[in-house]
C-alpha cells in the first residue's frame, strides 16, 4: 500500500507542476497577419465543363478560359437541347 501512496503521490505533484507551468507561462502570440483575401486569386469558368480554376493556371483561347488542354483542344461546350 506504501507504493501505491508514492505513485499517487508522484501523480499529484506532477499534475500540480503542469497546471502550474500552464497557467504561468506566457501564450505564444498568434499571429495578427491576415490571410491574403485582400488580393484573391481571380478565377475563370472552363468552357467546355464549367469547372472554376484559378486564371493563372486556365488555358485561354479566343478570349475563352478552359481547365485542361483537353477541353481547349475540344472547344466551348455546344448545348445540343
Same mark, same amino acid.
Given at each position: 500500500?506504501?507504493?501505491?501512496?508514492l505513485l499517487l503521490l508522484v501523480a499529484i505533484?506532477?499534475?500540480?507542476?503542469?497546471?502550474? &507551468?500552464?497557467?504561468?507561462?506566457?501564450?505564444?502570440?498568434?499571429?495578427?497577419?491576415?490571410?491574403?483575401?485582400?488580393?484573391?486569386?481571380?478565377? /475563370?469558368?472552363? *468552357?467546355?465543363?464549367?469547372?472554376? /480554376?484559378?486564371?493563372?493556371?486556365?488555358? /485561354?483561347?479566343? *478570349? &475563352?478560359?478552359?481547365c485542361s488542354q483537353a477541353?481547349? *483542344?475540344?472547344?466551348?461546350?455546344?448545348?445540343?437541347?
Amino acid at each position: 500500500m506504501g507504493l501505491f501512496r508514492l505513485l499517487l503521490l508522484v501523480a499529484i505533484i506532477a499534475a500540480a507542476f503542469w497546471l502550474w &507551468r500552464r497557467f504561468t507561462q506566457p501564450t505564444a502570440p498568434r499571429s495578427n497577419k491576415p490571410t491574403d483575401r485582400t488580393n484573391p486569386t481571380p478565377m /475563370v469558368r472552363c *468552357e467546355q465543363c464549367g469547372t472554376h /480554376v484559378p486564371r493563372d493556371l486556365a488555358l /485561354v483561347k479566343d *478570349e &475563352r478560359w478552359f481547365c485542361s488542354q483537353a477541353h481547349l *483542344e475540344q472547344g466551348p461546350h455546344s448545348s445540343g437541347d
